[in-house]
């Protein structure tokens, strides 16, 4: 069964929720999307028992702090398993070629070179393009530039267990230009900064977010009968699901998922 465990929901200024982060679950192969910005991605794969020695995927999606410095401690505890022999096989590392060239460099400056070594021989980075289509974990994923003026970023597809297809937008709104990556998903992951009431506190706009209104009201239009809203402020946390929700369900008119930190959403046509 696939599922998603939320490693973390909050945007780059988050400090009561980690950084959105997740890993994917494909049947036995496992994946990890983003890795926030330090090394409390440790701590919560620890706390969702996800040992780092199950991820043999990983896939970035673009270079602001919230989502690359955690992946430098991924990358460290993965290279350490393996010196010790504690790690099987080899490791799968997907981005755009300039991430992977920004990671590597990163990694170079604060790794030492008995871990390092490991690159390009049980470490691979294998570059992804526009459009490209892959077949990873024994699905199809497909990635596409969101076409972002603050930094590139890619988002993705990847079809599902029981024939349907989840789409992940990213951290900015999908843009019309990628509209038809989302057609026939039945999932889609989509930021949601604030509340569309809160908008004028949060102001999303300026830095290139929407509100709950936006996100919903585009998976109304594009018929995804499930939305998973993310990448959030955090001065509501407390009643984020509960708020998100209620104003959710003025727009869309499908089944809202508002995650904390660490819960599992498990992907399936019937949920």
């Known amino acids: 069964m696939d599922r998603i465990t939320m490693l973390g929901t909050g945007n780059a200024l988050v400090t009561r929720c980690y ?11 496992r994946m990890l999307v983003d890795a926030g910005g330090g090394n409390g991605v440790l701590r919560q794969l620890e706390q969702a028992q996800i040992p780092v020695e199950s991820i043999h995927t990983i896939y970035l999606t673009h270079s602001h702090t919230d989502h690359i410095l955690g992946m430098v401690w991924v990358l460290r505890m993965i290279a350490t398993a393996m010196r010790k022999g504690k790690y099987e096989g080899e490791l799968r590392f997907y981005a755009f070629a300039e991430l992977i060239d920004a990671v590597r ?3 170079s400056l604060t790794l030492p070179r008995k871990l390092t070594w490991l690159f390009d021989h049980r470490i691979l980075f294998i570059p992804v393009y526009d459009g490209d289509l892959r077949t990873i974990m024994g699905r199809q ?25 989840l789409i ?12 038809d990556y989302a057609a026939g998903c039945g999932w889609m992951m989509h930021e949601a ?15 290139h977010h929407s509100t ?15 939305l998973i809203l993310y990448h959030t ?5 407390n009643r984020r699901k509960e708020l998100y929700t209620a104003e959710g369900r003025l727009y869309y008119h499908g089944s809202i998922y508002v995650p904390d930190d660490l819960d599992v959403i498990e992907l399936t046509s019937g949920t």
């Open 19 to 29: 950084n959105t982060c997740f890993v994917m679950d494909c049947g036995q192969e």
């Open 105 to 107: 460099t990163i990694c």
């Open 141 to 165: 994923m497909q990635f596409f530039d969101i076409q972002s003026t603050k930094a590139r970023q890619f988002g993705f597809t990847i079809g599902l267990a029981d024939g349907q297809k």
């Open 168 to 179: 992940c937008c990213g951290d900015e709104p999908l843009p019309q230009i990628c509209l």
């Open 193 to 207: 900064f604030c509340l569309h009431s809160q908008a004028d506190i949060y102001s999303p706009y300026e830095k």
């Open 212 to 226: 709950v209104k936006e996100a919903c009201s585009l998976a109304q239009e594009l018929e995804i009968p499930n």
């Open 233 to 237: 402020e955090d001065d509501n946390l």
